[in-house]
């Protein structure tokens, strides 16, 4: 049997939770890490542990060599996901990580473990619909940091200004850019478990309309909720967003309670 207890090296688990009773497993945006989802767990509340994926060429693992393959990283994000099962999971994947979150749960059905209780896609249109991304993987350090910016929202300055951060930085978003131009989407039938949208008003790679094309990827309830940030309402809407996240867990949690 698998030991739950132990440290994985994918999985970054800040304020450890014995007894929560359902798991929130985080799916980072493009070049990003763990730290986003830090505090998580303590405002959630107890009932929850939140566990973020960390993906090589970052924070601890900034040395590691980076994964540019979709099908690749997802293996491996699997796997490690699959040593978390001793308890419910509720997944939630922000831009490149709502793609990986999907394909986690489509795994997890084609092999019949226990599917997540709530599927979360935060900052991302459905996966069906045309392409928005731009083709700057090939791009200079410079255009590429340019671009991320105009589109996305603006890059810290402590990253540009920094050599060995704006190196890291680059390495591992550009990585993940050729990891998101590599996705092949498949049609499969709806999930049966609820999902959540989640975007900005101002986010202008992901509208409404992107947003509300998810509805078709659950069998059971579908919500949708919108923010007045960007892209990275993440950080700019943090209460607003985990209100949001808990309001649709309790209903996992009252189900649990009555079963």
């Known amino acids: 049997m698998i030991n739950t207890n132990q440290t994985h090296p994918w999985l970054v688990v800040n304020s450890p939770a014995p007894t929560a009773r359902i798991r929130v497993i985080c799916f980072p945006?493009?070049?990003?890490?763990?730290?986003?989802?830090?505090?998580?767990?303590?405002?959630?509340?107890?009932?929850?542990?939140?566990?973020?994926?960390?993906?090589?060429?970052?924070?601890?693992?900034?040395?590691?060599?980076?994964?540019?393959r979709f099908d690749v990283l997802l293996d491996r994000i699997y796997e490690a996901v699959c040593t978390r099962l001793d308890r419910p999971l509720a997944l939630f994947g922000y831009s490149m990580g709502a793609l990986l979150a999907l394909e986690v749960a489509r795994r997890l059905r084609r092999d019949g473990l226990p599917l997540p209780v709530h599927l979360f896609v935060a900052a991302r249109r459905a996966p069906h619909l045309p392409s928005w991304e731009l083709p700057i993987h090939e791009c200079s350090d410079e255009t590429l940091l340019d671009e991320t910016s105009r589109v996305y929202g603006e890059i810290a300055g402590v990253v540009r200004n920094d050599p060995e951060l704006?190196?890291?930085?680059?390495?591992?978003?550009?990585?993940?850019?050729?990891?998101?131009?590599?996705?092949?989407?498949?049609?499969?039938?709806?999930?049966a478990c609820p999902v959540t949208a989640l975007g900005g008003e101002l986010d202008s790679m992901v509208d409404r309309a992107g947003l509300?094309?998810?509805s078709g990827y659950s069998g059971l309830r579908f919500s949708l909720y919108q923010f007045s940030g960007g892209h990275f309402f993440l950080h700019s809407h943090r209460s607003a967003l985990l209100s949001a996240v808990r309001r649709e867990l309790s209903g996992a949690l009252d189900v649990g309670a009555n079963g």
Do not use: K, M
């Open 212 to 214: 509300e094309a998810w």
């Open 166 to 191: 704006r190196s890291l930085f680059t390495r591992a978003l550009r990585a993940d850019y050729r990891v998101v131009a590599s996705y092949n989407f498949h049609v499969e039938p709806p999930l």
């Open 29 to 68: 945006h493009a070049g990003g890490g763990s730290v986003p989802f830090h505090g998580w767990s303590r405002d959630l509340g107890q009932e929850f542990e939140v566990c973020s994926v960390l993906l090589p060429g970052r924070e601890r693992r900034h040395r590691e060599p980076v994964i540019e």
